[in-house]
Protein backbone atom coordinates (compact mmCIF):
# COMPACT_ATOMS: atom_id res chain seq x y z
CA UNK A 1 0.00 0.00 0.00
CA UNK A 2 1.07 3.36 -0.85
CA UNK A 3 1.00 5.77 2.14
CA UNK A 4 -0.11 9.33 0.58
CA UNK A 5 -0.73 11.03 4.01
CA UNK A 6 1.75 11.68 6.78
CA UNK A 7 1.37 10.16 10.49
CA UNK A 8 0.81 13.79 11.89
CA UNK A 9 -1.63 15.13 9.44
CA UNK A 10 -3.22 12.22 10.58
CA UNK A 11 -3.44 12.28 13.54
CA UNK A 12 -3.84 16.83 13.57
CA UNK A 13 -7.36 15.51 13.38
CA UNK A 14 -9.59 15.22 16.85
CA UNK A 15 -11.85 13.01 15.47
CA UNK A 16 -8.85 10.83 14.38
CA UNK A 17 -7.61 11.22 17.69
CA UNK A 18 -10.57 10.20 19.57
CA UNK A 19 -10.80 6.62 17.07
CA UNK A 20 -7.22 6.46 18.12
CA UNK A 21 -8.76 6.40 22.02
CA UNK A 22 -11.05 4.07 21.65
CA UNK A 23 -9.07 1.60 19.90
CA UNK A 24 -6.57 1.72 22.72
CA UNK A 25 -8.27 -0.74 24.69
CA UNK A 26 -9.93 -2.79 22.53
CA UNK A 27 -10.99 -3.68 18.45
CA UNK A 28 -13.68 -2.62 17.12
CA UNK A 29 -15.98 -2.78 14.05
CA UNK A 30 -16.70 0.24 12.36
CA UNK A 31 -20.41 0.68 13.26
CA UNK A 32 -19.00 -0.08 17.23
CA UNK A 33 -16.82 2.79 16.12
CA UNK A 34 -19.30 5.17 14.02
CA UNK A 35 -21.65 4.59 16.93
CA UNK A 36 -19.49 7.02 19.29
CA UNK A 37 -19.78 10.00 17.44
CA UNK A 38 -22.67 12.33 16.05
CA UNK A 39 -21.49 12.12 12.74
CA UNK A 40 -22.77 9.86 9.49
CA UNK A 41 -21.44 6.37 9.39
CA UNK A 42 -19.19 7.17 5.88
CA UNK A 43 -17.48 9.95 7.30
CA UNK A 44 -15.95 7.81 9.87
CA UNK A 45 -15.56 5.61 7.41
CA UNK A 46 -13.36 8.02 5.57
CA UNK A 47 -11.46 8.65 8.83
CA UNK A 48 -10.70 4.78 9.41
CA UNK A 49 -9.41 4.79 5.70
CA UNK A 50 -7.29 7.58 6.43
CA UNK A 51 -6.08 6.04 9.95
CA UNK A 52 -5.71 2.54 7.95
CA UNK A 53 -3.57 4.32 5.23
CA UNK A 54 -0.81 5.75 7.50
CA UNK A 55 -0.57 1.82 8.89
CA UNK A 56 -1.91 3.63 12.65
CA UNK A 57 -4.84 1.03 12.11
CA UNK A 58 -4.87 -2.34 11.00
CA UNK A 59 -8.07 -4.60 9.92
CA UNK A 60 -8.57 -7.92 11.04
CA UNK A 61 -11.81 -9.56 9.30
CA UNK A 62 -13.76 -11.86 11.60
CA UNK A 63 -16.72 -13.44 9.80
CA UNK A 64 -18.45 -10.58 8.01
CA UNK A 65 -17.09 -8.19 10.07
CA UNK A 66 -13.45 -6.24 10.09
CA UNK A 67 -12.46 -5.01 13.20
CA UNK A 68 -9.93 -2.33 13.75
CA UNK A 69 -6.89 -1.94 15.75
CA UNK A 70 -4.14 -0.04 17.21
CA UNK A 71 -0.85 -0.83 15.13
CA UNK A 72 1.20 -0.49 17.93
CA UNK A 73 4.39 -0.28 15.83
CA UNK A 74 3.38 2.60 13.99
CA UNK A 75 1.98 4.06 17.71
CA UNK A 76 6.09 3.77 18.63
CA UNK A 77 7.25 5.40 15.74
CA UNK A 78 5.26 8.19 17.04
CA UNK A 79 6.46 8.05 20.57
CA UNK A 80 9.71 8.19 18.99
CA UNK A 81 9.56 10.74 17.61
CA UNK A 82 8.13 12.84 19.95
CA UNK A 83 10.36 12.23 23.00
CA UNK A 84 12.91 14.29 21.97
CA UNK A 85 10.78 16.94 22.42
CA UNK A 86 8.94 15.85 25.78
CA UNK A 87 12.81 15.55 27.45
CA UNK A 88 13.23 18.99 26.30
CA UNK A 89 10.56 20.48 27.97
CA UNK A 90 10.64 18.55 30.90
CA UNK A 91 14.11 20.20 31.13
CA UNK A 92 12.93 23.38 30.76
CA UNK A 93 10.06 23.04 33.11
CA UNK A 94 12.34 21.68 35.74
CA UNK A 95 14.81 24.81 35.20
CA UNK A 96 12.02 27.01 35.44
CA UNK A 97 10.93 25.08 38.75
CA UNK A 98 14.39 25.74 40.54
CA UNK A 99 14.42 29.43 39.22
CA UNK A 100 10.99 29.97 40.67
CA UNK A 101 11.81 28.21 44.09
CA UNK A 102 15.40 30.53 44.43
CA UNK A 103 13.20 33.44 43.74
CA UNK A 104 10.69 32.53 46.59
CA UNK A 105 13.52 31.81 49.11
CA UNK A 106 14.53 35.19 48.53
CA UNK A 107 11.85 36.61 49.27
Known amino acids: MIIRRDVFQAI ?5 RAILMLLASQAM ?8 FNTARPTVSK ?4 LTECEL ?3 QQNGREIYYHLNPN ?9 EPFRKLWDDRFNKLEDIMKAYKQKK
Open 74 to 82: KMKEIADFI
Open 12 to 16: ADPTR
Open 47 to 50: HLAI
Open 57 to 59: LDQ
Open 29 to 36: TAGSIAAN
